[in-house]
């Protein structure tokens, strides 16, 4: 039995945990809740198989499938003595396990990269394949590689990660029905994926757009610093621009209009003169 969860461990296990951690080079994921830590366990077995798989087609093509006669006496580890097993092919599980962790590491790598390439696409449309630097052969067939890994490892990605790829502005509805306009900093989460806080700078607190075009309050009130915001103080967010706050520029110029066109006298010729601006 100790045995096999130790096979266990190093082949449905451990590739697992190093494809997250070399995709975390460039993604951020999280931990999933599980009961406990055998389900754990069986929830990295899936990925690790595949890669299993990956590394056998791999080393078989490198020895023009000699190692086939090798893994065709695989049964013996789980029948009878495994330590005979290695001793006989020593060196074929030593070189498959180096394989099998240098596939697990690429794969993560590339899984992670191809990732970061797309969160800061998001908000732009497609990525064209000339985009990221590299032929556009090599982009798809990464694409297909990220595609498959999605497939695992989806549920993991941190929701807000894409939000601090690039420079972020975003608008904030609180709990309390405060309104802010900020560039996304950061965000705080626990080992298992929970936001906790998130940061804003270049704050802006948005108030009463009536009470502002009457002129008895600011419209846009900036703040200084950083501005920290727990998760459960949040109603809502959504993204605004990216780079620039064209938005709010663009707000600033509906409020300056909206000002001038109820200071101007309404004659006929002030009408006039508002339907022309609004052309």
């Not at 067939?141 to 601090?164: C, Q």
């Not at 009536?210 to 610093?225: D, I, M, N, R």
């Amino acid at each position: 039995m100790a045995q096999l969860f130790v096979a266990f461990v190093l082949l449905l296990y451990v590739p697992a945990l190093v494809f997250r951690f070399l995709a975390n080079v460039n993604v951020d994921l999280s931990s999933r809740k599980f009961a406990n830590q055998i389900e754990d366990f069986f929830a990295a077995a899936a990925p690790s198989l595949l890669l299993n798989i990956i590394a056998a087609i791999v080393l078989n093509t490198i020895t023009v499938w000699t190692f086939l006669d090798v893994t065709a006496s695989l049964p013996q580890l789980m029948l009878s003595d495994w330590t005979l097993f290695l001793r006989l092919h020593l060196w074929w599980c030593f070189w498959y396990y180096i394989l099998l962790m240098a596939t697990a590491a690429i794969s993560g790598f590339i899984y992670g990269w191809v990732d970061l390439q797309l969160s800061e696409w998001a908000l732009e449309g497609p990525v064209p394949d000339d985009a990221v630097g590299i032929p556009a052969e090599f982009w798809r067939w990464a694409r297909a590689t990220h595609s498959v890994w999605h497939v695992f490892f989806e549920p993991e990605k941190v929701p807000l990660f894409s939000l601090i790829t690039q420079p972020t502005y975003v608008f904030v509805k609180t709990t309390d029905g405060r309104k802010i306009h900020g560039l996304f900093d950061r965000y705080d989460r626990t080992s298992d994926g929970q936001i906790t806080t998130i940061r804003l700078a270049e704050v802006t607190r948005i108030q009463d757009w009536k009470a502002a075009v009457a002129g008895t309050e600011q419209y846009f009130v900036p703040l200084s610093g950083t501005l920290v915001l727990k998760w459960e103080q949040i109603a809502d967010i959504n993204v605004a621009d990216l780079y620039a706050p064209n938005t709010l520029n663009r707000l600033q110029t509906d409020l300056n209009a909206a000002i001038q066109a109820k200071n101007t006298p309404r004659t006929i010729l002030g009408r006039m003169i508002r339907f022309f601006r609004r052309k």
